[in-house]
């Protein structure tokens, strides 16, 4: 079975800060893959990054960087100097590469609430 | 390039009652999944069409249906509506259900669905 922990719900920082939602993940298959997706207040899920089991590079976008360890099953995003305009629910997701009946499927976890003052 | 569209965005209905949800996938997709997400809760994968079929399903009663149309469009119905069904209904498209798993699933803005 799959599995996605967030276990932050709420994290507030102000303009500039930087901050770093956790995430840790659950799956026995051995190729799968990890998604951070952001979801503002108008409800659309927007994806941000995808990383495959295989790929342990830490990828930095802009402010946004990912750090994935398979060591410890997690796959952390950090934003560097916060902004207003990053104030969202972030989540983080899980699907299996197994041909089987859950591939493409998506597992989720419960979210972070970030919130960014000015 | 169209994205994912969903219809209609919001829908008051009172228990019992059936719903019809609507959703037509980005530009080049072909595979259509459903998630339900409750307020607070993460997004929970209902079922995923693929050329007109239901290819998997996740823990959801019958009550929860769907279709998939040629064009690719699919819609999700609901019957004997429960106050728990109240959630925001978010429609995924991506390219095949298979081999895939790695292309990003595209989602619409969803349908926030409230029982009264």
């Known amino acids: 079975a799959q599995k996605v922990t967030q276990a932050q719900t709420e994290i507030s920082v102000v303009e500039k800060e930087d901050v770093t939602l956790d995430c840790v993940y659950e799956t026995r298959d051995t190729t799968y893959y990890l998604f951070w997706y952001k979801q503002p207040p108008s409800g659309e899920l927007v994806f941000l990054i995808r990383?495959?089991?295989?790929?342990?590079q830490n990828e930095i976008s802009g402010r946004y960087s990912w750090n994935f360890q398979k060591s410890t099953s997690s796959f952390n995003f950090t934003i560097t100097a916060s902004q207003v305009v990053d104030s969202a629910v972030y989540f983080c997701a899980l699907t299996v590469a197994d041909r089987g009946s859950t591939l493409g499927r998506l597992y989720f976890g419960r979210g972070t609430q970030l919130t960014v003052w000015p | 390039d169209a994205g994912v569209t969903q219809s209609p965005t919001h829908l008051i209905k009172t228990r019992g009652q059936q719903v019809t949800l609507r959703c037509s996938p980005k530009s080049g997709h072909d595979t259509v999944s459903w998630y339900q997400q409750a307020l607070g809760q993460g997004p929970q994968f209902i079922f995923q069409?693929?050329?007109?079929?239901?290819?998997q399903r996740g823990n959801f009663p019958d009550r929860f249906s769907g279709h998939q149309f040629p064009n690719y469009s699919s819609e999700l119905n609901v019957n004997a509506l429960l106050l728990g069904d109240s959630a925001l209904y978010l429609c995924?498209?991506?390219?095949?259900?298979?081999?895939?798993?790695?292309?990003?699933?595209?989602f619409g803005d969803g349908t926030r669905l409230s029982i009264l």
């Open positions: 990383r495959n089991s295989f790929d342990e």
């Open positions: 995924a498209s991506s390219l095949g259900p298979s081999g895939e798993a790695e292309q990003p699933q595209h």
């Open positions: 069409y693929y050329e007109e079929e239901e290819r």
